[in-house]
């Protein structure tokens, strides 16, 4: 979902498609067809994500060809000529290692060679070293964090590793310093956040290391983005652009910042607390940081301030809310469980694993792309239960509703429905729906006449219990039917054959000058 949502982002910022497929990782020919899918999608964004969706990825998987095939047979033997492991040994050219495999039958082209290695080992060409020329004002900065040494935490009282989140604008090297103690996504978020408050803006691009905060998979080619800071770079509208792993020149205009950082603000330095370090690195972000730049010759905050200030989008006017995006299994129960409180889902996702987004305020669960329910945040060990996810008749159970309970007792009859509601008067009714379910059960057993009738007695006695009423009621319908087989009790007909009208019993008048 996060990646089609990125291709519509760009596609709607008028890039091309050539340029969306560098960008994201993904092949031209899906990015293609993406956008195709795009101009038929109706509805909200959302849905017409979803319709994307389907249209493309419902798709049968193709099958490797015979070709590659070929080569994944000999995987092993050229992964030994490509990444020796023999000290010593060096690493064979692609071009060689195509020879080699002509001579061992495995006739196949020196194209299809490149890219199955490169697809499937991460092989690539050794390129030579240029210098990188500076973007345009307002297009890139750079991201990195470093680590400056020891700092107290306060609140355990012991010494924690202190990191600090270097965000350099490339073109002007204007530079912000975030010091923390952690570098997860929250914290790489509230980092940046600082960096474009300082700023005054956003830029386009930001090239930021393979951290886990904000790469799950490093690639040269087809990084990963975390979900949660992707949606983070589309809310502040800049386009996140990975680091090759061990490649410190590809974000060089921070890397060689650390050093310095260290050097300029940390060394020699105190802090109280957390806080006294950010006051202090703005400080010396203000003051030290701005001077004239040994590359560029020029004052940095006057860079800035002339050339890039103006190019920057604007900045973001409210914290961003970092969500967290898991994985969680529907129970039977008809739950799932996301930091240690209960979310109700409908019955037929039993068993499955879904996607789950959690923020400050919702939790959004996802079977792929599709949104099967949202549920408002609950603190731990609460739970939120839509009653409408329950099969049909389970809803009162499950959600210990005792009026529904208290219909059922009436429709059997008033004194079982009057027992029932004396029942459930007291502070936790739903403590007592066992012995209700009971009593209308035993209407099924004995038939609602006689369990009426013994509600009606129960209650002129006081007698609140239902398992007593199950016995009596037990007790009286076995004497009953040992009465009926010793012939001490016969059943009536229903048609009797002496049958007279209720008129003929009358003796007295009546107010209308007849007999009662």
Known sequence: MIEVKEVLRRREAGQSLRRIARDTGLDRKTVRRYVEALERAVGDDEERVQ???REVQSRPAVSASAPRKKLEAHRDQV???????QPGQRALRLTKVHVLLARRGVEVTYATLCRWAHDELGWRERMPTVRVDDPPPGEEAQADFGKMGMLVDPSTGKPRALWCLIVTLTCSRMQFVWPTFEQTTVAVCEGLDAAWTFFGGVVARLVVDNAKAMVVTPHATAPRITDAFAEYAQARSFFPDPARVRRPKDKPRVE???????????????FMDMADARRSAHRWCAEVAEREHGTTRRIVREHFEKEEKAALQPPPTKPFDVPRWTEAKVHPDHHVQVSKALYSVPTKYIGRT?????????????????????????????????????PVGKQGYATR??????????????HVGEYLERLFDGPLPWSRMRQGYQLVRLCDRYGSTRVDAACERALSFNVIDVPRVARLLKRDFERELQAEEQGALKQLSHHPRFGRDIDAFRTRATTDGGES
């Open 256 to 270: 060689n910042q650390v050093a310095f950082v260290r050097e300029s603000w940390f060394d020699g330095e105190s």
């Open 354 to 390: 879904l996607r789950v987004r959690e923020d400050r305020t919702l939790v959004r669960l996802y079977l792929g792309a599709e949104l099967i329910k949202t549920h408002p945040r609950q603190r731990p060990g609460r739970r939120a239960t839509d009653p409408t996810d329950y």
């Open 401 to 414: 509703g005792v009026e529904q309970l208290n219909a059922q007792g009436r429709k059997q009859g008033a």
């Open 79 to 85: 992964c030994d000529w490509l990444f020796p492991k």
């Open 51 to 53: 319709q994307m969706v």
